[in-house]
Nanobody, 121 residues
Framework: QLQLVESGGGLVQPGGSLRLSCQPSGFSLKDYAMAWFRQAPGKEREPVSCISSSGGSAKYEDSVKGRFTISRDNAKNMVYLQMDNLKPEDTAKYYC??????????????WGQGTRVAVSS
């Protein structure tokens, strides 16, 4: 069964940091652009960041620019989202996704099950 597994979520105070990890089961990430999405309570799922298959290009949603960093290690078959200076509005369930390509990061081929991030004092 092909799936993605996220980890690293949790409860953190405003200004704190978390690193989310994503690992596939049953396939290699190296041929996919990879993305992180999030869904806050009562809201639609939205893209957060995307990274090309080589790791050479990345893009971010405006509200997380300068605070979040997406990276990947194709040798370890892992993708990461480093989240710094977290704000209460970052509270959401975060999903890892394998996508059709960097120019079409919202065309998702595989979804993870999500990991919850809560930012609160």
């Amino acid at each position: 069964q092909l799936q993605l597994v996220e980890s690293g979520g949790g409860l953190v105070q405003p200004g704190g940091s978390l690193r989310l990890s994503c690992q596939p089961s049953g396939f290699s990430l190296k041929d996919y652009a990879m993305a992180w999405f999030r869904q806050a309570p009562g809201k639609e799922r939205e893209p957060v960041s995307c990274i090309s298959s080589s790791g050479g290009s990345a893009k971010y949603e405006d509200s997380v620019k300068g605070r979040f960093t997406i990276s990947r290690d194709n040798a370890k078959n892992m993708v990461y989202l480093q989240m710094d200076n977290l704000k209460p509005e970052d509270t959401a369930k975060y999903y890892c996704a394998a996508t059709a390509g960097f120019r079409t990061c919202e065309a998702v081929s595989y979804w993870g099950q999500g990991t919850r991030v809560a930012v609160s004092s």
